[in-house]
C-alpha cells in the first residue's frame, strides 16, 4: 500500500525555521515527482513547492521562494522542506504528494495522485 507520512510542524514564532519531512512506504520513491502543498483556514490548497524525482529540478511558488528550500533523499525515501524565516502567512496544514514522474515538473495540484495526511505548521508569537 503507498503511503506518504509527513513530520516536523508544530508552533513557531515569526523569523524562526521548522523542516518537514515526508517520509514514502510501500514504493520507492526515486520514479516519483513530489510536491508539498498547504491550506491555510479558509483558503483554498495551494502549491508551495516541488522535486522532480531525480532532485535536480526544483519549483517554488513566489511566497516562499529565498525562504523554503525542497530536498530529497531517495536512499532514505524521504522528501524535506526546510522553511525558514517563517511568517504568521505561512500558518497551514502541509501536505506531501507523489505524481509518477513527468519531464515537465510542476505543481499542479490534480496531477499528484498519492498524498499524506499533513502536518500543522503554526507561525505566531
Known amino acids: 500500500q503507498l503511503q506518504l507520512v509527513e513530520s516536523g510542524g508544530g508552533l513557531v514564532q515569526p523569523g524562526g525555521s521548522l523542516r518537514l519531512s515526508c517520509a514514502a512506504s510501500g514504493f520507492a520513491l526515486d520514479i516519483y515527482d513530489i510536491a508539498w502543498f498547504r491550506q491555510a483556514p479558509g483558503k483554498e490548497r495551494e502549491g508551495v513547492s516541488c522535486i522532480s524525482n531525480s532532485g535536480r529540478r526544483t519549483n517554488y511558488a513566489d511566497s516562499v521562494k529565498g525562504r523554503f528550500t525542497i530536498s530529497r533523499d531517495n536512499a532514505k525515501n524521504t522528501v524535506d522542506l526546510q522553511m525558514n524565516s517563517l511568517k504568521p502567512e505561512d500558518t497551514a496544514v502541509y501536505y506531501c504528494?507523489?505524481?509518477?514522474?513527468?519531464?515537465?515538473?510542476?505543481?499542479?495540484?490534480?496531477?499528484?495522485?498519492?498524498w499524506g495526511q499533513g502536518t500543522q505548521v503554526t507561525v505566531s508569537s
Open positions: 504528494a507523489a505524481r509518477p514522474f513527468s519531464v515537465q515538473l510542476t505543481c499542479v495540484m490534480s496531477e499528484y495522485l498519492y
